[in-house]
T-cell receptor, first 114, second 112 residues
């Protein structure tokens, strides 16, 4: 089974621009969550999608948004980029069926804002 | 109440030794506690996980010990190897949804 695929792996953007990151979950997994990882703040939850619906949202400004498609693939968007948005953005997929709640992460997208 | 506290921040162990990383939580709604291993440039990889109905779970050289009354859990790596050198994160998840709350991470170095 293929793992979680995130594209692109690396991005360099300028302050004020917007960016869209993509995540393809493991086949059959319906839940996708996004996390931001920085040296100072560690791993912070952004949002969670299940069956195309946002179920949970972390404490991030409205510039951060996401969506999930009918095939469970997800995208997250960051508008009006700030220098502090530079981070590794990780996507995790989970089956969320019965007691199986294991979450598997992709390799992440390294975003650098200059 | 959503926090997960992890210690130590860094750990140096000799090859063959035991590595121990500790975590504590406050939210009693957490009912799933995974540990992740992360190498530089990679995403976190699920290592082992436990639910509160058991006090210990072992998989190979990795063991989770869980103390529900103290709201603490720990990861023990037996016979630590240089290839175990990585950053380890504990995490916790409530009953519903897939949101994980992570500890701050422990950078483990195993010297040959």
């Amino acid at each position: 089974k293929a793992g979680v695929t995130q594209t692109p792996r690396y991005l360099i953007k300028t302050r004020g621009q917007q960016v869209t990151l993509s995540c393809s979950p493991i086949s059959g997994h319906r839940s996708v969550s996004w996390y931001q990882q920085t040296p100072g703040q560690g791993l912070q939850f952004l949002f969670e999608y299940f069956s195309e619906t946002q179920r949970n949202k972390g404490n991030f400004p409205g510039r951060f948004s996401g969506r999930q498609f009918s095939n469970s693939r997800s995208e997250m968007n960051v508008s009006t980029l700030e220098l502090g948005d530079s981070a590794l953005y990780l996507c995790a997929s989970s089956p969320l069926q019965g007691t199986n709640t294991e979450a598997f992460f992709g390799q992440g997208t390294r975003l650098t804002v200059v | 109440q959503q926090q997960v506290k992890q210690s130590p921040q860094s750990l140096i162990v000799q090859k063959g030794g035991i590595s121990i990383i500790n975590c504590a939580y406050e939210n009693t709604a957490f009912d799933y506690f995974p540990w992740y291993q992360q190498f530089p440039g990679k995403g976190p990889a699920l290592l082992i996980a436990i639910r509160p109905d058991v006090s210990e779970k072992k998989e190979g050289r990795f063991t989770i010990s869980f103390n529900k009354s103290a709201k603490q859990f720990s990861l023990h790596i037996m016979d630590s190897q240089p290839g175990d050198s990585a950053t380890y994160f504990c995490a916790a998840k409530p009953t519903s949804g897939s949101r994980l709350t992570f500890g701050e991470g422990t950078q483990l170095t195993v010297n040959p």
